[in-house]
């Protein structure tokens, strides 16, 4: 039994027929090719595999394909620009040594652009509270955080939203 | 010499890993891979009567479920052994690739099913029926030794796989003189090394030429071709190993596991291109773990607190199997008097198995558990002397003007343990000002007025890195003008990759961004030995750099001629070699063009083919780094949760090749031994049934459970290697336990709370409050 799944990733339009119980994360990673978005535990704990589903942060493990039906997906792959220019976050994890491993990255960087959004000006026990769902087993969250609180410094001397 | 090495160079790796663009094990697209999924033990001993794969094999989508006896004639041999033959050879400690017919712990490989899909594979492993006969399982450390205990496997006659003694002096008149000896039973757990992605392999079975091409995630990739070459009965011409992307070492992908033998046996078997994904359950079941140490320790000072003697009993889990030497118990045990002067030591190491997951190194590797018990003694001590714990340290540290320090026992490779540079004292005496050290009882004091219990401790450390023999180093120019370099080290996120271009981009006047490193391709270079042990950067880094300063003496010696003129007034620039002051260049491509050579024409005089040159720094002492931590945290003591609210340490890790890279490394590394002493437990019960198998029963620290970390550096360069390195991915680890738990115990001094174990979770620290209670304290 397979159903249809019409999503759309990143600004591209996806039509594809799926087994009901195939997760979102591994339809991004094997259906479209979208590796960028990683599975570190499968039960919904570590959050590398958090995309964003209509704006709000979501397990990738946790979500079927067929739930994200009619959806607007944002992974990893969609925050550069087209010219390769690296989003603000990226540039800040890149400038703050905000990655080592980088498996975790693409979770941690999604939840933060929501974060951003909704909180411009966090302080830093905010910021920690808010990538509580993300581990990383690297960096001991030193990097992420000063990447964080620079990226949010930044959108907000640019009036942007991440 | 240098432009960029010494400089905090951002990461060459980091644009790929940032945009979603890395190529980590389950990431590369292997058109007709079939998916392996293995049955597990439930049982953590048993015999297996009969195992049905009737219903498995009728699943559509199901191509095979094999056993050990299917595999088996693909095999050289059905159990597993080791490559680098170092030791006495016991055969009981190996596994099988896959059982053969008795399990050991809960989660050892029964079966493989290869489908077409995960999914699939995972359901047809569900519905292998296996009839377990239950055999009486051990999992107690202390109780396995005793003489009626369950033997782990029939094949034993004790659960004790080896006893040893590492001494030094007069330990016996050393006690007996002493004006104080106190005692400690000090038991410890580490727990698991969980980099966020598990472990990995991709084996692709080139059927048009009987080739087998091999991607993994691991540390190592020259020694796991070795085995898979031994173990599989292959060509070692037919194999290639190539490590993708690592999300993350931390010590367990150092190790060929059973469950890679049976997917490369199985693709041997089947003809096919087999794909094997690790989740977090089966890593916590079956990647190897660093478990439980007991310490049995007693300390002989002098009326001032000076160290006259160490004597103590290590007990070593080592669980079911071993998958390489043990050599964590050693670590341990040679370690444990750390940055101090100790006259005389006497060590007995057991080491026994228990019917529990394999054991081998995490971060640290048995260093820092040694630091825990030596530093909760210290503390021990200054508590039963009533001296500051930093002076009492500060006594018994090694001063500076007996550097370098021979401790009279040998490392693993035969070595006296040197401890080559340093000034010990002065680290400490840093980072206790930087700290407030001398203020703090007076906000304590203060705190403790408004109800609140914070507390501060310290502990120091060394950590001996730069394991040799060597690390393979390659530097390659070509006709193109791109540098490229070439080694068996692996790159699992600490920045390898950079820092090899930093120094290979001095040697020849590039900027790091153009040079291309390929670490971990048994295709590219012949030897290696990968990431371990803290020695990357004086192995691969030494190796590196004498093969840049090959590569660029050669072209030092053909732009010479080419360019009419003395060696002497060239230099390096831009990717070129310029007559200094002058306009005159030829590019770095075209001086790798001529050494290429064509056919017939001339060949420029005195040089070797190939603007290229490989190296081997040859290393056996290892390079001493050395830290001191400080914590301070705040005890709830409603609840036992502790809060690390302040974290400083300092480090001498020589000279820093990447200072960020390096800063990176310390964090991580501290965050580990957070984690050790608050949050991390592998639980098993009685029997050795695991209780803790996911991320919600076993915690890891997240970003709301740690604090910004204060970073100081003192630079000792090493003379053991020409980049005067020493390493630093585990020194972070190594001493942050027994710091944590220096500063609990300090916060809870009002209910004269003692700890001597970790770690130490807040059920267990609310009882010991209570108990203090109940003595009428606090």
């Given at each position: 039994m397979r159903r249809r799944v019409r999503l759309t990733v990143n600004g591209a339009a996806h039509d594809r027929e799926v087994e009901p119980r195939l997760t979102l994360a591994d339809f991004l990673r094997h259906e479209l090719g979208l590796t960028g978005t990683h599975l570190g535990c499968e039960h919904g704990v570590c959050g590398a595999c958090t995309v964003l589903v209509d704006g709000h942060t979501a397990r990738g493990c946790l979500m079927l394909a067929v739930q994200a039906d009619g959806t607007e997906i944002r992974t990893v792959e969609g925050l550069a620009a087209r010219d390769g220019t690296l989003h603000v976050l990226q540039q800040s994890f890149h400038e703050h040594h905000g990655l080592q491993c980088g498996f975790c990255t693409p979770g941690m960087l999604m939840t933060l652009v929501e974060f951003l959004t909704?909180?411009?000006d966090p302080s830093e026990v905010e910021l920690r509270e808010a990538l509580s769902g993300n581990l990383?087993?690297?960096t001991g969250y030193h990097g992420i955080v000063k990447a964080a609180l620079d990226a949010a410094a930044k959108l907000r001397k640019m009036g942007a939203r991440p | 010499m240098s432009a960029v090495i010494g400089q905090p160079v951002l990461r060459i790796e980091d644009r790929a890993l940032l945009t979603g663009k890395g190529r980590y094990i389950d990431d590369i697209p292997l058109d007709g891979a079939l998916h392996a999924a293995f049955v597990r033990s439930a049982h953590p001993h048993a015999l297996i009567k009969r195992l049905d794969a009737g219903a498995?094999?009728?699943v559509a989508g199901v191509h095979a479920v094999l056993t050990l006896d299917d595999i088996a004639p693909v095999m050289a041999r059905r159990r597993m052994t080791r490559v680098a033959r170092t030791g006495k050879p016991k055969d009981s400690m190996w596994p099988f690739a896959l059982s053969d017919g008795e399990v050991a712990f809960v989660g050892e490989p029964v079966a493989i099913v290869l489908a077409d899909s995960r999914y699939i594979a995972e359901d047809a492993a569900a519905l292998v029926a296996v009839d377990y006969e239950p055999l009486p399982s051990i999992a107690d450390l202390r109780k396995c030794l005793e003489p009626d205990a369950p033997k782990v496997r029939r094949e034993l006659a004790s659960?004790?796989?080896?006893?040893?003694?590492?001494e030094y002096g007069d330990v016996e008149a050393a006690f007996r003189a002493a004006a104080h000896v106190f005692r400690e039973a000090i038991p410890q757990h580490r727990g698991g090394a969980h980099p966020i992605e598990g472990r990995g392999i991709l084996v692709e079975n080139r059927r048009s030429d009987g080739r087998f091409n091999i991607w993994m995630s691991t540390q190592k990739v020259h020694d796991t071709h070795q085995l898979f070459c031994e173990l599989l009965d292959l060509d070692e011409n037919d194999v290639r190993v190539v490590a993708a992307d690592v999300g993350g070492g931390f010590g367990p992908k150092l190790l060929v596991y059973p469950e890679d033998i049976a997917v490369l046996a199985a693709a041997k078997l089947t003809g096919r291109s087999v794909k094997w994904i690790e989740d977090r359950r089966e890593h916590f079941l079956g990647a190897v773990q660093e478990r439980d140490q007991i310490w049995d320790m007693e300390i002989a000072v002098d009326k001032e607190g000076r160290i006259q003697a160490l004597r103590g009993k290590l007990l070593h889990d080592q669980g079911a199997y071993a998958l390489q030497d043990i050599n964590l118990p050693y670590n341990s045990a040679t370690s444990v008097a750390g940055p101090y002067i100790v006259p005389a030591l006497f060590m007995e190491v057991v080491i026994a198995?228990?019917?529990k997951g394999p054991v081998s190194s995490v971060r640290g590797a048995g260093y820092p558990q040694a630091a825990f018990a030596m530093e909760r003694l210290m503390d021990l001590v200054a508590t039963k002397l009533g001296l500051d714990r930093a002076e009492l340290r500060r006594r018994n540290l090694i001063p500076p003007e007996k550097m370098p320090y021979e401790k009279p026992l040998k490392a693993r490779s035969g070595?006296?343990?040197?401890?080559?540079?340093?000034?010990?004292?002065?680290?400490q005496a840093q980072v206790l000002a930087a700290a407030g050290w001398e203020d703090f009882p007076a906000r304590q004091q203060a705190a403790l007025q408004d109800g609140r219990y914070i507390g501060i401790g310290l502990a120091n450390a060394v950590k001996g890195t730069g394991r040799g023999p060597f690390e393979s180093g390659l530097v390659r120019v070509a006709a193109s003008g791109r540098v490229s370099v070439f080694t068996g080290a692996a790159a699992m996120g600490q920045g390898l990759a950079t820092a090899l271009a930093q120094i290979t981009a001095d040697q020849l006047g590039v900027k790091p961004e153009d040079?291309?490193?390929?670490?971990?391709?048994?295709?590219?270079?012949?030897?290696?030995?990968?990431?371990?042990a803290s020695r990357q950067l004086?192995?691969?880094?030494?190796?590196?750099?004498?093969?840049?300063?090959?590569?660029?003496?050669k072209a030092r010696k053909l732009a010479s001629a080419m360019l009419e003129a003395a060696e002497a007034d060239l230099e390096f620039v831009g990717g070129a070699v310029r007559v200094v002051g002058t306009d005159r260049t030829v590019g770095l491509g075209d001086l790798a063009r001529a050494l290429r050579g064509a056919p017939g024409y001339a060949f420029p005089e005195g040089i070797e083919p190939g603007l290229e040159a490989s190296a081997a720094f040859r290393t056996d002492p290892l390079a001493y780094s050395n830290t001191s931590h400080v914590a301070e945290v705040e005890v709830d003591i409603l609840t036992g949760q502790v809060r690390v609210v302040r974290y400083l340490a300092i480090q001498d890790v020589g000279r820093r090749v990447n200072p960020l890279i390096v800063d990176g490394q310390v964090q991580g590394g501290i965050v580990h031994g957070i984690s050790n002493a608050l949050f991390e437990r592998m639980g098993y019960d009685e029997a050795g049934q695991p209780t803790t198998t996911t991320f919600a029963d076993y915690l890891l620290p997240s970003a709301a459970e740690v604090p910004m970390l204060e970073t100081l550096y003192r630079e000792s360069p090493s003379p053991l290697n020409p980049l005067g390195a020493k390493g630093v991915g585990e020194v972070g680890t190594i001493p942050a336990a027994p710091a944590v738990i220096s500063a609990v115990e300090d916060a809870l001094k009002p209910f004269g709370v003692r700890i001597s174990e970790t770690p130490i979770l807040p059920e267990r620290l609310f009882a010991l409050i209570q108990q203090g209670r109940r003595a009428g304290r606090g």
């Amino acid at each position: 039994m397979r159903r249809r799944v019409r999503l759309t990733v990143n600004g591209a339009a996806h039509d594809r027929e799926v087994e009901p119980r195939l997760t979102l994360a591994d339809f991004l990673r094997h259906e479209l090719g979208l590796t960028g978005t990683h599975l570190g535990c499968e039960h919904g704990v570590c959050g590398a595999c958090t995309v964003l589903v209509d704006g709000h942060t979501a397990r990738g493990c946790l979500m079927l394909a067929v739930q994200a039906d009619g959806t607007e997906i944002r992974t990893v792959e969609g925050l550069a620009a087209r010219d390769g220019t690296l989003h603000v976050l990226q540039q800040s994890f890149h400038e703050h040594h905000g990655l080592q491993c980088g498996f975790c990255t693409p979770g941690m960087l999604m939840t933060l652009v929501e974060f951003l959004t909704e909180t411009p000006d966090p302080s830093e026990v905010e910021l920690r509270e808010a990538l509580s769902g993300n581990l990383c087993r690297c960096t001991g969250y030193h990097g992420i955080v000063k990447a964080a609180l620079d990226a949010a410094a930044k959108l907000r001397k640019m009036g942007a939203r991440p | 010499m240098s432009a960029v090495i010494g400089q905090p160079v951002l990461r060459i790796e980091d644009r790929a890993l940032l945009t979603g663009k890395g190529r980590y094990i389950d990431d590369i697209p292997l058109d007709g891979a079939l998916h392996a999924a293995f049955v597990r033990s439930a049982h953590p001993h048993a015999l297996i009567k009969r195992l049905d794969a009737g219903a498995a094999r009728s699943v559509a989508g199901v191509h095979a479920v094999l056993t050990l006896d299917d595999i088996a004639p693909v095999m050289a041999r059905r159990r597993m052994t080791r490559v680098a033959r170092t030791g006495k050879p016991k055969d009981s400690m190996w596994p099988f690739a896959l059982s053969d017919g008795e399990v050991a712990f809960v989660g050892e490989p029964v079966a493989i099913v290869l489908a077409d899909s995960r999914y699939i594979a995972e359901d047809a492993a569900a519905l292998v029926a296996v009839d377990y006969e239950p055999l009486p399982s051990i999992a107690d450390l202390r109780k396995c030794l005793e003489p009626d205990a369950p033997k782990v496997r029939r094949e034993l006659a004790s659960n004790v796989i080896a006893t040893y003694k590492v001494e030094y002096g007069d330990v016996e008149a050393a006690f007996r003189a002493a004006a104080h000896v106190f005692r400690e039973a000090i038991p410890q757990h580490r727990g698991g090394a969980h980099p966020i992605e598990g472990r990995g392999i991709l084996v692709e079975n080139r059927r048009s030429d009987g080739r087998f091409n091999i991607w993994m995630s691991t540390q190592k990739v020259h020694d796991t071709h070795q085995l898979f070459c031994e173990l599989l009965d292959l060509d070692e011409n037919d194999v290639r190993v190539v490590a993708a992307d690592v999300g993350g070492g931390f010590g367990p992908k150092l190790l060929v596991y059973p469950e890679d033998i049976a997917v490369l046996a199985a693709a041997k078997l089947t003809g096919r291109s087999v794909k094997w994904i690790e989740d977090r359950r089966e890593h916590f079941l079956g990647a190897v773990q660093e478990r439980d140490q007991i310490w049995d320790m007693e300390i002989a000072v002098d009326k001032e607190g000076r160290i006259q003697a160490l004597r103590g009993k290590l007990l070593h889990d080592q669980g079911a199997y071993a998958l390489q030497d043990i050599n964590l118990p050693y670590n341990s045990a040679t370690s444990v008097a750390g940055p101090y002067i100790v006259p005389a030591l006497f060590m007995e190491v057991v080491i026994a198995q228990t019917n529990k997951g394999p054991v081998s190194s995490v971060r640290g590797a048995g260093y820092p558990q040694a630091a825990f018990a030596m530093e909760r003694l210290m503390d021990l001590v200054a508590t039963k002397l009533g001296l500051d714990r930093a002076e009492l340290r500060r006594r018994n540290l090694i001063p500076p003007e007996k550097m370098p320090y021979e401790k009279p026992l040998k490392a693993r490779s035969g070595e006296p343990i040197l401890y080559d540079s340093g000034d010990y004292p002065a680290c400490q005496a840093q980072v206790l000002a930087a700290a407030g050290w001398e203020d703090f009882p007076a906000r304590q004091q203060a705190a403790l007025q408004d109800g609140r219990y914070i507390g501060i401790g310290l502990a120091n450390a060394v950590k001996g890195t730069g394991r040799g023999p060597f690390e393979s180093g390659l530097v390659r120019v070509a006709a193109s003008g791109r540098v490229s370099v070439f080694t068996g080290a692996a790159a699992m996120g600490q920045g390898l990759a950079t820092a090899l271009a930093q120094i290979t981009a001095d040697q020849l006047g590039v900027k790091p961004e153009d040079v291309t490193v390929v670490a971990g391709d048994t295709a590219t270079v012949p030897l290696g030995l990968g990431g371990f042990a803290s020695r990357q950067l004086i192995t691969a880094g030494s190796s590196v750099l004498l093969a840049g300063q090959a590569v660029a003496a050669k072209a030092r010696k053909l732009a010479s001629a080419m360019l009419e003129a003395a060696e002497a007034d060239l230099e390096f620039v831009g990717g070129a070699v310029r007559v200094v002051g002058t306009d005159r260049t030829v590019g770095l491509g075209d001086l790798a063009r001529a050494l290429r050579g064509a056919p017939g024409y001339a060949f420029p005089e005195g040089i070797e083919p190939g603007l290229e040159a490989s190296a081997a720094f040859r290393t056996d002492p290892l390079a001493y780094s050395n830290t001191s931590h400080v914590a301070e945290v705040e005890v709830d003591i409603l609840t036992g949760q502790v809060r690390v609210v302040r974290y400083l340490a300092i480090q001498d890790v020589g000279r820093r090749v990447n200072p960020l890279i390096v800063d990176g490394q310390v964090q991580g590394g501290i965050v580990h031994g957070i984690s050790n002493a608050l949050f991390e437990r592998m639980g098993y019960d009685e029997a050795g049934q695991p209780t803790t198998t996911t991320f919600a029963d076993y915690l890891l620290p997240s970003a709301a459970e740690v604090p910004m970390l204060e970073t100081l550096y003192r630079e000792s360069p090493s003379p053991l290697n020409p980049l005067g390195a020493k390493g630093v991915g585990e020194v972070g680890t190594i001493p942050a336990a027994p710091a944590v738990i220096s500063a609990v115990e300090d916060a809870l001094k009002p209910f004269g709370v003692r700890i001597s174990e970790t770690p130490i979770l807040p059920e267990r620290l609310f009882a010991l409050i209570q108990q203090g209670r109940r003595a009428g304290r606090g």
